[in-house]
């Protein structure tokens, strides 16, 4: 509930009195000539759910977008263990929460947990923002949305040929989202090829897009024909920086867009690799900042402001 505080100095209770007993105009009246602070105390909340959460910046995108929108809403970043994510589930209902995030290990084990999956969640298998309506909760999944959000301003995905390193969680949504917007094919290349050709073989299935499994080889070579080649492993990510694919740069043309979901560096080796090619580049905070944005507009139906969260995520994460 909205409060007011006068913080003038009104003594007198008759004079209160007076103003809990006026129409609007004598209202309006009597408040000019007061400093009057519209305050509530009882923000929305948002947040994530995930174990380990202490090295996710995601709170402070969050926090950053709407702070610059003037909205009265938290992001509250949560430890929860698996065996305690039913409790999580019922206290966000229970403090009428807008909605919050999953990240691993709960992004498929909410599903139990919820009344309803986007199409994009169902596809993909697994839930990374969850909205709370009016007790329902609704599983959406927008990792590759984010992704997909990122490449569109530097590349069309329609008719895209992407070849994907990798066939986890993030790979998953990636694949299933090109295929989505329009992918003509997607060779899936993962070090585990039973893991690689189930992904395969399910977006091959269930969506319209031509997709098949390479075997990893060492120094793979990115088929010729690739316009789209995007990192969607671990590899590189922070503490491992020096880590990076096994793959035959050269194979890269310079008219081939190279991606990597990793964040944090943002320039990975990978990407360093490629832009050395001659490559056009997307790091890994384009897709976060992406996502941040669509669950911001899933939860409070309002745009963030994208430059603002991506300084954010730069500071949070210590890059100039
Ligand atoms: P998963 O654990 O589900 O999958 C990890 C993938 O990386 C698997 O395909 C695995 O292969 C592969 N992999 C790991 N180590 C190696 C290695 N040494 N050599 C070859 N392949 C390897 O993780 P996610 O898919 O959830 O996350 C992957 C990355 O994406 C993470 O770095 C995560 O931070 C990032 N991410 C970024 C987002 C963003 O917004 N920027 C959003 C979501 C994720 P195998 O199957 O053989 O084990």
Redesign the pocket.
Known sequence: MLRYSLNAASSCSTRWQALLNSTAATRDDFLRGYTVVMMSFLPKITGSFSSPAADNPTVAVMEAGYAARNLDIRYINCEVAPERLADAVSGAIAMGWLGFNCS?PHKERIIDHLDELSPSATLIGAVNTVIINEGRLIGENT?GQ?FVEALRPVSDPLGARAVIF??????RAIAVELALAGAHSIVIV???PA?GEKLADHVNSQTDADCSFLAWTPQFSVPDDSTLAIN????G?YPDHQ?TLDVDVESLRPDVIVAD???NPPETLWLQAAAAAGCATLN?IG??VN?ALVNARLWTGQTLDATVMHQALSKALQIS
């Open positions: 691993l990792d984010g990798g066939a986890g969680g993030a790979a993962n070090r585990s893991k969607a492993t671990s590899l990510f880590e979901v990793v964040p890994g897709m976060l996502q």
